[in-house]
């Protein structure tokens, strides 16, 4: 009896601590908040989750979900970018008024990005040589971007005449699925294969979880920094023009400002 007891126990032990190991999962969590509100907006709007109502869901997420990607290198790192927003704007903008002068899409969108980078670079320069806090640093150049913004496109709302952009705000073929969640999807498993198995992913969590430790294994977190703040000044651009294609224009208004 006794060991019939003490079987049942532990069995009641284990089951104790598997169910505490799903419970303290943050996965689980999340994955749980997530369909208690879907649920709650199913009841609050029939229509939710409607064929119609689930693409548009899935284009505007999946944009903000491609900026979210630079941002979560740096966020890793240790850094924080708050001209993001901005830099996103302004990408778009950019991008429609070069194509509104005549240059071709891919060439307009190539420059953008083009932007991007060299607004990374001002904000790892900012940072990394003249020591300004992150924070302090990207708050100031948000404001920057965005009264640029204002000044190219005069105050005004730029529409994008280009149907061949435009379909990268639409779907893909005959298909339902937007291509802004097929591109936030590639760059989502490449990002994470580089953050799981590469050097320089292991690198990004050192820097963030000890810059002291990063430096005296030779790692140069300054060099590491500079990388992020250039390829989330890209990304940021790229996916403000990503927005420019799903609204068919670009504004000052229109993006990411915080």
Do not use: E
Not at 43 to 72: K, R
Request: some cysteine; charged content about 10%.
């Amino acid at each position: 009896m006794q060991k019939m007891d003490r079987r049942v126990n532990d069995g009641d032990m284990r089951t104790k601590k598997s169910f505490n190991r799903v419970l303290g999962n943050k996965v689980f969590i999340l994955i749980l908040i997530t369909l208690v509100a879907i649920a709650l907006y199913q009841i609050l709007n029939p229509y939710f989750l409607s064929a119609n109502s689930i693409m548009a869901l899935l284009t505007n997420a999946s944009i903000s979900g491609v900026l979210a990607v630079g941002l979560t290198c740096l966020f890793i790192s240790g850094q924080i970018d708050l001209s993001s927003g901005g830099i996103g704007c302004m990408g778009g903008i950019l991008l429609a008024f070069m194509i509104t002068a005549g240059l071709p899409w891919p060439a307009a969108l190539l420059l953008a990005v083009v932007f991007g980078m060299a607004a990374g670079l001002l904000t790892a320069f900012l940072v990394n040589i003249l020591n300004i806090s992150a924070f302090i640093a990207t708050l100031a150049m948000t404001t920057v971007y965005q009264g640029l913004s204002q000044q190219i496109s005069n105050s005004q709302t730029m529409p994008i005449r280009s149907a061949g952009y435009w379909s990268l705000g639409a779907t893909v073929g005959s298909s339902p699925i937007p291509l802004a969640f097929i591109i936030m999807t590639v760059l989502f498993i490449i990002y994470g294969i580089i953050l799981a198995r590469s050097k320089f992913g292991r690198n990004i969590y050192v820097c963030g979880g000890n810059p002291n430790a990063a430096r005296l294994a030779g790692i140069k977190p300054k060099k590491i920094h500079t990388i992020l703040f250039v390829n989330n000044g890209a990304i940021a651009a790229f996916a403000g023009c990503l927005l420019a294609a799903r609204m068919r224009s670009a504004g000052f208004t229109s993006g990411f400002f915080i």
